[in-house]
């Protein structure tokens, strides 16, 4: 089986830090992606990346910047936290083609 | 419009309930298909990928209908472990999720 792993199931952090995410996957798959899910908005696509060194803006970047140095690590980056960037974070990872994707458990982060 | 859209439910059904959600896609590009289930404050996890002929897994039906763009899911014979929120997605160049829907079975 895929493991997905994401290095905190909970953080909380002050406004205006710099904040770090990270995901690591053993199967090695080309793609990863950052989702957040929020009530009522469900899962949001933050940033995906198909390849090392190679990365995508999802539908909501603003806020985010992403690392992809390994193949199977993808960092998340939150430049300066904020309070609505309170939410569950959530690592997936697919290989190439029409694959469903395999998520990490997920990181609750609160922004106080 | 969203993308993809759910009935958010809940559902509230009997346990032995046969229950069914829909789900419909506005981009006729999608290529794949798939129900995740997600339970609460835990990661979504796939449940079944959704095949053009429509396939089974125990007690549970996937079924896709692309002229209408819309893919179901039935349940049959209800059990207390399958209250969840099951989230249909579709895929493109990246999985689109719908909001989900919440199905609580009671005894």
């Known amino acids: 089986d895929v493991k997905v792993t994401q290095s905190s199931r909970y953080l909380v952090k002050r406004t205006g830090e710099k904040v770090f995410l990270e995901c690591v996957q053993d199967m090695d798959h080309e793609n990863m992606f950052w989702y957040r899910q929020d009530p009522g908005l469900g899962l949001r696509l933050i940033y995906f990346?198909?390849?090392?060194?190679?990365?995508e803006k999802g539908d909501i970047p603003e806020g985010y910047s992403v690392s992809r140095e390994k193949k199977e690590r993808f960092s998340l980056i939150l430049e300066s936290a904020s309070t609505n960037q309170t939410s569950m974070y959530l690592c997936?990872?697919?290989?190439?083609?029409?694959?469903?994707?395999?998520f990490g458990s997920g990181t609750r982060l609160t922004v106080v | 419009r969203k993308e993809v859209e759910q009935d958010p439910g809940p559902f509230n059904v009997p346990e032995g309930a046969t229950v069914a959600f829909n789900c419909t896609y506005s981009?006729?590009?999608?290529?794949?298909f798939f129900w995740y289930r997600q339970d609460c404050r835990k990661e979504p996890k796939l449940l079944m990928s959704?095949?053009?002929s429509g396939n089974e897994d125990g007690r549970f039906t996937a079924q896709l209908n692309r002229a209408s763009q819309y893919i179901s899911l039935l349940i049959r014979d209800s059990k207390l472990s399958d209250s969840a929120t099951y989230l249909c997605?579709?895929?493109?160049?990246?999985?689109?999720f719908g909001t989900g829907t919440r199905l609580q079975v009671f005894p």
């Open positions: 981009n006729s590009a999608s290529q794949s």
């Open positions: 990346s198909y390849d090392v060194k190679m990365k």
């Open positions: 997936a990872t697919n290989p190439q083609g029409l694959y469903g994707y395999t």
């Open positions: 959704v095949y053009s």
């Open positions: 997605a579709t895929l493109t160049d990246k999985l689109i």
